[in-house]
């Protein structure tokens, strides 16, 4: 009879503890998931009535749409530039604030603001800096005697800034990430390749590269699923223009939501996009075990 009280107080104590979690992710985690899902086979205006069920409709509408199309491969073509280049430039800045140089505490403080730093305000900043008329850059252009660039009309130009906005805001993330894998390899392993001669390079490709592969397949799957929820710089600075060249599947979910109202559509977006995410991790985890 004691063991069967002890028991129960046991499972009492540890469902006090799991309930209240439990509970928070099924109402803010779980039924968000599951109504998101519902709704992408119905039709609603989130106005007014009730969500009328259509099927597969609008999936279907969603992959025979050029517009929807069309922002997938944005979202892809601006997605796959700026992952390249923030991992790239995230382990490159935190191989070197991971030597011993002066002030390396500031510099790294440094790296980490802007990813703290708000997106409207500095998109605010971005969009002064180049009006076309009165713009920082183009004034400085004029001064050097060359012609003012009409930048919101240009979709190169576009990219390259939306590009650049991102990996401003997002390299000191990506840093500390790669930074603490770093710190966490044994620094005996560099000493004993330095003894048996090997390079700097040697040594990164032989020691560090491998070592943070699990780490690196990390960084990569939320980098992924990040760049498929870019949102901010393109609501702020180019509202998905010029001629929708930079309408990431993110901006077209919000036009659907809370523009048209088509919360079927959004629906169907958001579902596409927890599909990809879900693809991306376990790619990454079948690459990782197939490795180790």
Request: hydrophobic share 55%; net charge positive.
């Amino acid at each position: 009879m004691q063991s069967l009280i002890r028991k129960y107080r046991t499972n009492l104590e540890a469902w006090s503890v799991l309930g209240p979690v439990m509970l928070y992710m099924s109402i803010f985690s779980l039924f968000p998931l599951f109504f998101v899902i519902y709704l992408s086979f119905t039709e609603w205006n989130a106005i007014s009535g009730w969500p009328k069920w259509v099927g597969l409709q609008n999936y279907f509408k969603f992959f025979n749409s050029e517009l929807y199309i069309k922002s997938l491969y944005q979202t892809l073509k601006i997605g796959g530039i700026s992952l390249v280049l923030w991992m790239v430039l995230s382990f490159a800045v935190a191989l070197l604030l991971n030597q011993s140089i002066k002030g390396r505490g500031i510099f790294r403080a440094i790296w980490y603001i802007p990813v703290v730093t708000s997106y409207a305000i500095i998109s605010q900043i971005v969009l002064a800096l180049l009006d076309p008329m009165d713009g920082g850059i183009n004034k400085f252009l004029l001064s050097m005697g060359l012609d003012r660039i009409e930048w919101q009309q240009s979709t190169f130009w576009m990219i390259f800034w939306v590009t650049l906005f991102g990996l401003w805001k997002g390299v000191g993330a990506g840093m500390l990430l790669f930074l603490a894998g770093l710190q966490s390899i044994d620094p005996s392993l560099y000493e004993a390749a330095k003894v048996d001669g090997a390079g700097a390079w040697r040594r990164m490709t032989a020691i560090t590269i491998p070592l943070l592969h699990p780490l690196t397949a990390f960084v990569f799957v939320t980098s992924v699923i990040a760049l498929f929820q870019l949102f901010e710089p393109i609501y702020f600075i180019t509202k998905g223009g010029p001629n929708g060249s930079t309408q990431v599947i993110v901006y077209r979910i919000w036009k659907d939501a809370f523009s048209d109202f088509q919360m079927g559509m959004a629906s169907v977006g958001s579902v596409v996009i927890l599909v990809i995410a879900m693809v991306s991790t376990l790619i990454s985890i079948r690459l990782t075990k197939s490795i180790y």
